[in-house]
């Protein structure tokens, strides 16, 4: 076997891996919308030079999510809701047809993993908004890649920032076992091979942003533009 033969560990870089942990700390509300970051004290806390900082500030505010003021300093942004309309927009456009698709050959095999993670989802109950984001993230990407649709998913998770941030806070204000129950009723049309039904089950799922969201805003409208 030649050395090329070898599989190499993936590597991260530093921008990619502070990228994704400042990412996550704006979505979680960690950073707060409106909150200065300095590139010199992040870099301090990181152990870290400038450069990768900046790099990942850019990052960010390419995905609306840090503001970068010429002569002021950068900022966490707060909220748009238009991004978040059009991000829903775009993803039950996406994830209607995935399930859609789906109906019409259900796999077995794809059916009882969605089923473990429903079970483990319910053990989040009463958990961490954080953990029951990631499930849930899993959740929708498995129905993707079940779909071949993955970069269809690549697509849609790199337009939701500002709706993942709406989800965050609205998993915290609002029953989780409610996403469960839908997830499950998407998951039972795709068993039964209900392509309409499982349509239909998704697309009521991601609307229920529309009735969080005017609650939310009203609760912290100083996260919004």
Do not use: C
Not at 89 to 96: L, P
Not at 181 to 201: C, F, K, W
Request: glycine share 4%; aromatic share 4%.
């Amino acid at each position: 076997m030649g050395r090329s033969d070898v599989l190499q560990p993936m590597v991260v870089s530093v921008v990619d891996q502070l990228y994704a942990k400042l990412r996550s700390a704006i979505i979680d509300n960690v950073l707060m919308p409106g909150a200065r970051l300095s590139e010199a004290e992040v870099a301090m806390q990181h152990g870290i030079s400038r450069q990768p900082v900046r790099e990942a500030f850019i990052k960010l505010a390419n995905e609306n999510l840090l503001e970068i003021r010429p002569q002021r300093g950068t900022f966490v942004a707060k909220i748009s809701l238009p991004d978040v309309m059009d991000a829903r927009f775009v993803r039950e456009a996406v994830e209607a047809d995935i399930v859609r698709l789906l109906a019409m050959t259900p796999d077995p095999a794809l059916i009882a993993n969605l089923r473990a993670q429903l079970t483990a989802q319910e053990t989040l109950i009463g958990g961490s908004a954080r953990d029951f984001m990631e499930a849930d993230e899993i959740f929708h990407r498995t129905l993707a890649e079940g779909a071949d649709k993955g970069r269809a998913w690549h697509v849609v998770v790199e337009m939701k920032a500002q709706m993942d941030r709406v989800r965050f806070l609205s998993s915290m204000h609002f029953p989780v076992d409610r996403l469960i129950e839908q997830h499950r009723a998407i998951v039972d049309s795709l068993e039964a091979g209900e392509a309409a039904g499982a349509e239909r089950a998704m697309r009521l799922h991601l609307q229920g942003i529309l009735q969080d969201l005017p609650v939310i805003k009203q609760e912290r409208p100083e996260y919004f533009l």
